[in-house]
């Protein structure tokens, strides 16, 4: 068996580089330290250059290893249902990524070797993806049940009232607010910003990077929804200048926070039916029951899972659970 060679947690914590060995011990798989530290690296880089705390570092750590658990755990389930995904899957997915992104096949790829991954590595994490989402779907979606009045609450709450006609842009948002309660300066706000632009204009979805990323919205993918041109503030009108749909801004400074902007559409507003908004109201409606279903038994698998944690990430998810507020899982 590998091991973790015995150093301070604190020392350990401000150190790019730990030695190779078990970082958790999840049934019958493990999960290693360098790949831990390979799937926070780019957050801890642009962390370490901002001056971020070893504790927020150590914390940084806890939840990557927390994610690959988890990774662990629906793979063990895949595996036993034999829910595999073909070649043609993940070829068309990647496709659909790439068509996504205004991108061919060949130039996402490169953006995704100039962001460290090989192309086996990324078409790897794409498989992974899809063979959740499937195994998801099957498995909860029989639990998830939506009705009428779930429906129309939420047509209120969206088209309620007098509604606006005229051009319109549907917005996404990935924010990072800085000062004040946010314990964070502008520089480290504007570079975990930055980090989640970056590996959007990678290849991942925004709405994905959002949800793991955004404090604006994160539920909903960073989603702020269709807004009428006229009433844009500027600096966000400014952004979206020029941008076609599916582009992103810059990394935008503003006065509470560092945000960065995906145009997903822009269209001529009309008012909205109920009848006209149902069946997108209802799938929207429908995927976050599915989300909560699914964060329920994940913690169903870890409650029936032996999960040891080893050495340093011991420390750290101490640490995290004493000084942190416990964070929502990203998906």
């Known amino acids: 068996m590998l091991a973790l060679a015995a150093v301070e947690p604190a020392r350990a914590a401000s150190d790019a580089t730990l030695v190779d060995g078990i970082a958790a011990q999840v049934d019958g798989k493990i999960v290693l330290v360098s790949e831990v530290l390979r799937s926070v690296r780019p957050q801890e880089e642009a962390m370490r250059r901002a001056g971020a705390p070893d504790q927020e570092i150590a914390k940084l750590r806890a939840d990557g290893l927390e994610r690959l658990i988890e990774s662990r755990l629906v793979e063990r389930v895949i595996e036993d249902s034999k829910a595999k995904a073909t070649d043609d899957e993940i070829k068309n997915t990647i496709e659909g990524i790439a068509k996504q992104n205004g991108l061919t096949v060949e130039q996402l790829y490169a953006s995704v070797a100039f962001h460290g991954l090989t192309v086996e590595e990324y078409r790897a994490q794409i498989k992974r993806d899809y063979e959740r989402r499937q195994l998801v779907q099957e498995m909860l979606g029989s639990r998830v049940k939506v009705e009428d009045k779930e429906i129309e ?165 101490r640490l995290d659970q004493q000084t942190f507020p416990v964070a929502e899982k990203p998906e």
């Open 153 to 317: 609450a939420l047509y209120a709450e969206r088209f309620g009232g007098r509604q606006e006609s005229g051009d319109a842009v549907h917005v996404r948002q990935i924010l990072r607010a800085y000062g004040g309660g946010a314990q964070r300066t502008q520089e480290e706000a504007c570079a975990e910003v930055q980090l989640a632009r970056d590996r959007v204009t990678g290849g991942e979805p925004f709405e994905k990077v959002a949800s793991q990323v955004s404090e604006a919205a994160p539920r909903d993918g960073g989603d702020i929804g269709w807004l009428p041109v006229k009433s844009v503030a500027p600096w966000m009108s400014h952004a979206l200048t020029g941008l076609s749909d599916g582009g992103v801004s810059e990394v935008l400074v503003l006065p509470f926070g560092c945000a960065v902007l995906q145009l997903v559409e822009r269209r001529v507003l009309e008012p909205v039916s109920y009848a006209q908004a149902k069946d997108a109201l209802s799938r929207e409606v429908w995927e976050r029951k599915l989300e909560s279903e699914y964060r329920t038994w994940i913690e169903e698998l870890r409650d029936q899972s032996y999960i040891e944690r080893h050495g340093y990430f011991a420390d750290a998810a």
